[in-house]
């Protein structure tokens, strides 16, 4: 029932919001009976997540007398709140589900509490919202020192970045060249009855106007497509591999990046994928079984390439570091409530040891291209920035690569506009071209 729905979606958040844990693991473990059950879990989790800062400064305020209400119950009002400023749900609906899940949690005397703070909110929408939005980092959701952070580093963008990151995401995908023309595959899926609103990449990367279950995309399970933003879909572009060449791709996991590589240039002599954790490299390799693709994968520390490295060197690296995901907060809303601004330091040092680490197995003239997913200049230019010095045989070739990739003239005067500007490599804003935020510096080895 829609109570279920909602009291599953209030221990999720609660867990999320008090526990630190992923959101994404979690709703991956659930089973709801029906596909419209599992939409709105989804979608409730989300929303609720996504605007949490804000629903939860709204609710301070109505939490004015008796005790603090549980974890569980304090993140089924969010749910609540959620659903009445966020969604098209009913009000009736909405309200009576919402208070009927606190019995379902076993909690039935907060049910009183639940409709009491919802009907109030209804009366007093105005003025709780004048009361609340002075404050830019409550008004949009944020954490106040990302909000700082996000300032110093994009300056004049600020405002829409923060607005990009509570966007719903867009839904991309990539179209597998090797399984058929991406404009063949348009048509199919424009008489399959999904419309589709942009692209790039020659089409091979299509936006549909309404997101859909991967079963519902022609030959998903035959490996004809993949959803994937156009940022993360830059990686294998900005990399460019030739055929005969040796690749390595670091901190591959979950895969996405190892297919559309594969996918590019179906002649390489071989692609090493390389994770830290034996399950996600499982993931690398469902992922590349579904694509019909075949790569060596290993498990290992990719800033300790003595124990799995063979001493051959790689024509091309990809270096995806583990980072904030700051630049994917449309999609991962969760960054907001789990990261801390003491964990940048310590992500930056892990993403200069992988650099320094990944150079030395580059072939002379070879490339490595250095990808995050953050939109903090601490993780991405700044690393990047001391590398070079460190090392005068590494040039910056971003830009002639962001030529050369096959992006469209106006994406790139976008990106050339948005992005590159006096930190070296690429650095694209959250919701430029409808992407998500991503960060690429291309390094040529110019020395043997």
């Known amino acids: 029932s829609g109570a279920v729905v909602r009291a599953r979606a209030a221990q999720i958040v609660a ?15 659930e089973r709801p009976a029906t596909a419209q059950a599992r939409g709105l879990l989804r979608s409730l989790c989300y929303d609720s997540l ?25 993140a089924l009002a969010v749910v609540g709140l959620c659903q009445l400023e966020y969604t098209d749900i009913a009000t009736h609906a909405a309200v009576a589900e919402t208070v009927n899940a606190a019995r379902v949690l076993r909690q039935p005397r907060a049910a009183g509490l639940i409709n009491a703070v919802l009907r109030r909110y209804l009366r007093e929408r105005a003025e709780l919202a004048r009361r609340t939005d002075g404050d830019l980092a409550v008004r949009t959701a944020h ?56 692209s790039l990449f020659g089409g091979e990367a299509l936006r549909l106007e309404r997101p859909c279950d991967v079963a519902e995309l022609p030959g998903f399970a035959q490996g004809r497509v993949s959803v994937q933003d156009p940022a993360a879909q830059l990686a294998a572009h900005l990399l460019a591999p030739r055929a005969g060449e040796r690749v390595l791709d670091a901190c591959a996991a979950p895969g996405g990046k190892t297919g559309h590589l594969l996918e590019l240039q179906p002649s390489l002599a071989e692609l090493v994928a390389v994770d830290v954790s034996a399950s996600r490299l499982q993931r690398v390799a469902e992922n590349l079984r579904r694509l019909g693709l075949e790569a060596r994968l290993v498990q290992g520390d990719a800033a300790q390439p003595g124990a799995w490295w063979d001493g051959r060197r790689f024509d091309r690296v990809l270096l995806d570091v583990p980072c904030s995901a700051t630049g994917v907060i449309r999609r991962h809303p969760d960054v907001k409530l789990l990261r801390r601004a003491d964990d940048i330091p310590a992500l930056a040092v892990r993403q200069a040891e992988l650099l320094e680490a990944l150079w030395p197995l580059l072939a002379p003239g070879g490339r490595l291209v250095y990808a995050s997913c953050s939109a903090l200049r601490a993780e991405t230019s700044d690393v990047v920035e001391a590398f070079l ?60």
Do not use: K
């Open 15 to 29: 867990q999320v919001a008090f526990q630190g844990r992923s959101l994404d693991r979690m709703l991956a473990a």
């Open 50 to 74: 996504r605007w949490y800062i804000r629903l939860d400064a709204i609710l301070a305020r109505l939490l004015t007398r008796g005790a603090p209400p549980s974890p569980e119950i304090r």
């Open 143 to 198: 954490p106040r020192w990302l909000v700082d952070a996000l300032r110093t580093d994009w300056s004049g963008q600020l405002e829409r970045i923060l607005a990009a990151n509570n966007d719903r995401p867009p839904f991309w995908l990539r179209v597998n060249r090797r399984r058929g023309a991406p404009e063949a595959y348009r048509r199919e899926l424009e008489q399959a009855g999904h419309a589709v609103s942009a």
């Open 389 to 448: 010095r460190r090392h005068p045989e590494a040039a910056d070739v971003t830009a002639d690569a962001l030529a050369q990739s096959g992006a469209p003239a106006a994406e790139l005067a976008a990106l050339r506009d948005e992005g590159i500007d006096a930190g070296v490599g690429l650095r694209i804003a959250a919701g430029t071209a409808a992407m998500d935020g991503f960060y690429y510096a291309c390094l040529q080895q110019t020395t043997g």
